[in-house]
């Protein structure tokens, strides 16, 4: 009888992709207008010779 049974491996699931996690406060643009506000900044240093030449 037990020549009968026809045996199924389980069915493999695949792998669920890493969920992104929630950012908190800081909008998403924030760190490009800090990078903007770096480039002012050190633009204006130069230009007032505070960098060297």
């Known amino acids: 009888m037990s020549d009968n049974v026809v045996k199924f491996r389980p069915i493999e699931k695949k792998p669920e ?3 992104k996690k929630p950012r908190g406060p ?3 643009w924030v760190p490009f207008v ?3 506000a ?3 900044a050190i633009y204006f ?3 007032a010779g ?3 030449s």
């Open 17 to 19: 992709p890493p969920v």
């Open 26 to 28: 800081v909008p998403g």
């Open 34 to 36: 800090v990078l903007v």
């Open 38 to 40: 770096l480039a002012v």
């Open 45 to 47: 240093a130069r230009q």
């Open 50 to 52: 505070l960098l060297g």
